[in-house]
């Protein structure tokens, strides 16, 4: 969804006319032409109208995030999605289809890590991961400022557990609660 549509989107949504919605922000025309995809709008300008009328700015976001974001994160999220699916469902074969995506894929390194540990918690060989693996797996963790904001480092961190010495793991949750 482009962003022009995703204000027609909330326009109609709080049951507003065109004028009602840039309200002396920009003309009707202007707008008009923005939710047709015809014209850019402005960052200030979009976010006068959208905190005007209290609209919730991470939800836009998300409906937009898809015409948006690079390949590089789509395929990322694509990739992260489908390996979570593959082992909530105790799917062997498919952990094993994205585990072979995603180590071969331009993907950060903190999910060819997550991928690398849910190899090994499919093939019940979590032990066989050594210690080099698991420093690599804490250096991500810790060279990553505010960690807990960061939803790639939080999802390596929330399936390293599993791996992860135990005070390791008190130290990041402490730190996690009292961050939040």
Same mark, same amino acid.
């Not at 960052?43 to 998300?62: A, P, R, T, V, W």
């Given at each position: 969804m482009t962003i022009g549509e995703a204000l027609k989107k909330e326009q109609e949504e709080l049951g507003l006319t065109e004028t009602e919605m840039v309200e002396n922000i920009i003309t009707t025309s202007a707008y008009s032409r923005i939710v047709n995809n015809k014209r850019r709008i402005s960052?200030? *300008? /979009? /976010?006068? %109208? /959208? *905190?005007?009328?209290? %609209? &919730? +700015?991470? &939800? $836009? +976001? $998300?409906k937009i995030k898809d015409t948006y974001s690079c390949e590089k994160i789509r395929l990322e999220q694509n990739l992260s999605q489908k390996m979570t699916v593959a082992i909530n469902t105790h799917n062997k074969n498919e952990v094993k289809v994205c585990y072979k995506q995603i180590i071969k894929s331009n993907v950060s390194s903190n999910l060819k890590l997550r991928a690398e540990i849910a190899m090994a918690y499919i093939n019940d060989s979590i032990n066989e991961l050594d210690e080099s693996f698991k420093k690599v797996v804490i250096n991500n963790l810790t060279e990553t400022e505010n960690w807990f904001f960061n939803i790639n480092t939080l999802s390596l961190f929330s399936t390293a557990i599993i791996i992860l010495p135990e005070d390791f793991v008190e130290m990041m949750m402490n730190s996690f609660f009292q961050k939040v």
């Open positions: 960052s200030d *300008l /979009l /976010l006068e %109208i /959208l *905190l005007m009328h209290d %609209i &919730n +700015l991470e &939800n $836009f +976001l $998300f």
